[in-house]
C-alpha cells in the first residue's frame, strides 16, 4: 500500500509561484514514476507532469511547459511541482499520483496510475 499526501496548494495572484509537495509512504519510492494531475471546477481530471524514478526523464502537459518543473527528492520520499507564472486558468484541485509498474498505459492517461493523494487546492486570482 502507498500512501500519497499533497500539501503547498493555496490562493495566489496571476503570475505569482506556489511549489507542491507530495509525501510518499514505502520503502521503495525510488523505483515509483510519479506524476502529478490537476482537475479544474466541472472539469475532468488532466495530466500535467511526470518524472522518472530517478528524476532523468520528464514530461510536461503543453499548457505548463516553461512554466511548471516537477522534480523529487528519493533521499525524502518527496516529489515537487514548481509553478510560476501562474495563470487563472491553472485554477484546480492538484493530483499526486505514482505510476502502474507495468507502464502499459500512456504516462497522460490517469488509468496509468494507481494510488493517489487527496488533492490540494490551486486558486489562481486575475
Known amino acids: 500500500q502507498v500512501q500519497l499526501v499533497e500539501s503547498g496548494g493555496g490562493l495566489v495572484q496571476a503570475g505569482g509561484s506556489l511549489r507542491l509537495s507530495c509525501a510518499a509512504s514505502g520503502r521503495t519510492f525510488s523505483s515509483y514514476v510519479m506524476g502529478w494531475f490537476r482537475q479544474p471546477p466541472g472539469k475532468e481530471r488532466e495530466f500535467v507532469a511526470q518524472?522518472?524514478?530517478?528524476?532523468?526523464?520528464?514530461n510536461y502537459a503543453d499548457s505548463v511547459k516553461g512554466r511548471f518543473t516537477i522534480s523529487r527528492d528519493n533521499a525524502k520520499n518527496t516529489v515537487y511541482l514548481q509553478m510560476n507564472s501562474l495563470k487563472p486558468e491553472d485554477t484546480a484541485v492538484y493530483y499526486c499520483a505514482k505510476r502502474q509498474t507495468s507502464l502499459r498505459h500512456p504516462y497522460y492517461a490517469t488509468n496509468g496510475y494507481d494510488y493517489w493523494g487527496q488533492g490540494t487546492q490551486v486558486t489562481v486570482s486575475s
Open positions: 518524472i522518472s524514478s530517478t528524476g532523468a526523464v520528464t
